[in-house]
């Protein structure tokens, strides 16, 4: 039985080795799989081996989310999220202005003081942040890409965000 027992070990970690590699993307990954109709066909090199990503579906202020999370471990437990990428939709979205009203609400930022600048997200009229950049992808539809504890830098963000794409474009 000692013999079973090994073998029964060993598959038991090729298994969770399996699993792991499958929740993460592997380091230097291009892409960050399709989240509700959006490709993300651009990850950071801060997503690496030691993140993992998970998906929750949600709805809030009549808008339903479907957002992709990459986090990491922290020592001693926990975990810091790295990336966020967020899909909404619903009827009050109806273009960047509603979008930056709701998104205000929702983040509990006062409007009128978010320091918001302007970008051109192939051919889009987007709008960024400290800590974010979205757009709308057309009436009821729009997305954010999150860097909500400035691990990903400016540049990264962006990149990020030029990389979430339709999935199946018209």
């Known amino acids: 039985m000692p013999v079973a027992r090994r073998i029964a070990a060993v598959l038991g970690a090729v298994a969770a080795l399996i699993l792991m590699a499958s929740a993460a993307p592997a380091a230097g990954d ?3 799989g399709e989240v509700d109709g959006f ?20 709805t809030w202020g009549d808008v339903a989310f479907s957002t992709r999370v990459w986090e990491r471990p922290l020592e001693g437990g926990g975990a810091r999220v790295v990336l966020q990428v967020l899909v909404m939709r619903g009827d009050r979205l109806t ?11 929702y983040h509990e930022r006062p409007t009128e003081s978010w320091d918001l600048t302007e970008f051109d997200n192939r051919g889009t009229r987007a709008l960024k942040g400290e800590a974010e950049a979205f757009w709308s992808s057309g009436p009821g539809v729009a997305v954010e890409v999150r860097d909500a504890f400035g691990l ?4 990264e963000l962006l990149k ?3 990389g979430v794409t339709p999935a199946d474009p018209v």
Not at 39 to 58: G, H, I, K, M, N
Not at 95 to 105: H, I, K, Y
């Open 152 to 155: 990903l830098g400016q540049e």
């Open 39 to 58: 490709a993300v066909t651009y990850l950071p090199a801060q997503v690496d081996e030691r993140t993992s990503a998970e998906d929750f579906d949600y």
């Open 30 to 32: 291009p892409g960050g």
């Open 95 to 105: 273009g960047l202005d509603s979008l930056r009203d709701f998104l205000a609400e």
């Open 160 to 162: 990020t965000a030029r």
